[in-house]
């Protein structure tokens, strides 16, 4: 199953938790959905804070990206920060590949920034590649978008481009048109075709 696919079955934009996923919840308070989506869009805005407020923030580091997660997701999950070790069907990656799926992403993206010219068109084109292998890898058990989102942000502020739009920065944890696009351009990517990617993160 592709990346995009799990469009089809995260209805609430969260990947499905297996038993022991589930048991790390640590708010004690918090016993509904609504609850949930609440404390965790507060955890996230907390960690996009952290994150932006470190003017030198450069995620290209197996650590960096785990250490994002946990600013994201360390009150909500006791996992936040750990990788996944189970499969999940929205990606196509065996758990115990993720160390070195992101050891190689985060080689091959250095290596990619060095040999390209560093014009606007090819950095884009990296942090895009950057995106959607990340997302495809899904390194967490839970909150792979929203995390490879701001981890792609970072990255262009650390290149010195402007951050990416993402669909004129529409919600795209619920379902909509913005998600939907979302989801349809990583089915693209995942096909290997990145312009609908590439034109959606700007528009």
Known sequence: MTSADEGARETDGATPLDDDEAKGLIP??????????????????????????????????????????????????????????????VSPYHWSQVPTLLHDLVRDTRAQYDA?????????????????????????????????????????????RPLFT?????????QGTARTRYLTALRAADGGNFEPLLEFVRS
């Not at 994150?51 to 009150?75: I, K, W």
């Not at 590649?129 to 502020?157: C, E, K, M, Q, Y």
Request: no cysteine; glycine share 6%; net charge positive.
């Open 28 to 89: 004690g308070n918090v016993t509904t959905k609504s609850e949930l989506n609440a404390w965790e869009a507060l955890n996230v805005a907390n960690g996009q804070e952290w994150a932006f407020s470190r003017n030198a923030t450069d995620p290209l580091s197996v650590e960096a990206l785990r250490e994002l997660h946990r600013r994201m997701f360390g009150e909500t999950w006791k996992w936040a920060g750990r990788f996944r070790s189970s499969d999940k069907n």
């Open 116 to 160: 390209s010219p560093k014009t606007p068109e090819a950095l884009d084109e990296i942090a895009v590649r950057f995106h959607h292998r990340l997302v495809r890898i899904h390194p967490w058990p839970n909150g792979n978008g929203r995390h490879a989102r701001l981890a792609t942000d970072l990255l262009s502020r650390h290149w010195g």
């Open 166 to 174: 993402w669909g004129s920065n529409s919600d795209l944890i619920s």
